[in-house]
């Protein structure tokens, strides 16, 4: 079976689980109109008819039943893997996904994460839109959004926010460009942000939210950030106010089952204390505190 043929099916448990295509899609974040076309393009590929559709939702058809139960086998059997998988290690391995903006804060933190007593490893991955922790995708993960659904432990955390950013060696002016994200990346509010409101002054854009501090950086143009990223850097200088629009909060969130693996739990107590410890920074005041010193 081919990668793409199993995200269909996992896409499909979804709007079973939901009983139609507005729940499928808070569940996963793709749109319920591309939910509604693969989940037909899985009708045509199969042959059969899953799904009846009423006002109250997608109701599964008699093939849509039977077809449900094959991929619940199917799913126990990948987290059967999952465990053989993680059994052939000495040290269990715990993921941590995130965005890349947060990973960068995970990776700065990773020596209080694990320390050097702990008998467990780590792995840093990126939280792609859709990360479904019910398929164990990632043990934790960080993100902006709270899950509604799912046998899901979560836990709010600090909320973050972000503002508009130059190099300090600019000068301010209406004159400077702008710098954005690519559109074909760009699934968050603050990854839209520039290409939504100043797309006529883009004159630089890029694929790695790396690569878009360092452009930043180096004066190719004003770009939008996470104020505990931007104002971090001395090199560059927040512009007018925050963008209160894109605030958001960070949820914290485990498969409930593997929370009460004793590495996943530490680390999410870990990631916990480390984020509530720096609220101040990721809320925009530590930029304050750094100029009244």
């Avoid at 749109?31 to 109701?59: D, K, N």
């Avoid at 922790?133 to 993960?141: G, I, K, M, Q, W």
Wanted: overall charge negative; glycine content about 8%; hydrophobic content about 40%.
């Amino acid at each position: 079976m081919t990668d793409s043929a199993w995200d269909d099916l996992k896409l499909f448990l979804h709007v079973a689980g939901e009983g139609g295509l507005s729940g499928a899609s808070l569940r996963t974040g793709l749109s319920a109109p591309t939910i509604g076309r693969r989940m037909f393009a899985l009708e045509r590929v199969l042959g059969r008819a899953l799904f009846v559709g009423s006002q109250q939702g997608y109701r599964l058809a008699h093939d849509g039943e039977i077809l449900l139960e094959h991929v619940k086998n199917m799913q126990k059997a990948a987290e059967n893997i999952a465990d053989w998988h993680r059994g052939a290690f000495t040290q269990p391995i715990v993921s941590i996904a995130s965005d890349p903006w947060i990973a960068g804060f995970v990776a700065d933190h990773v020596g209080e994460v694990r320390t050097r007593d702990d008998a467990y490893r780590i792995c840093c991955k990126a939280a792609r839109p859709g990360l479904d922790l019910t398929f164990r995708e990632a043990d934790v993960a960080l993100v902006r959004e709270r899950p509604q659904t799912g046998n899901l432990a979560v836990q709010r955390s600090v909320a973050v926010r972000y503002a508009a950013y130059r190099a300090a060696s600019l000068h301010e002016g209406n004159d400077i460009r702008w710098i954005s994200m690519s559109t074909d990346i760009s699934f968050t509010p603050a990854e839209k942000w520039v290409f939504q409101n100043r797309e006529s002054q883009i004159y630089t854009w890029t694929s790695g939210h790396d690569l878009y501090h360092r452009l930043v950086r180096q004066g190719a143009g004003r770009g939008v950030m996470p104020v505990f990223v931007g104002d971090a850097d001395p090199e560059l200088v927040r512009e007018d106010e925050i963008i209160g629009e894109l605030d958001h909060d960070l949820w914290i969130v485990a498969n409930a089952d593997d929370r009460h693996r004793v590495e996943v739990r530490t680390v999410i107590d870990r990631l916990a204390d480390i984020l509530r410890r720096d609220e101040r920074r990721f809320a925009g005041a530590a930029r304050t505190d750094r100029h009244s010193a």
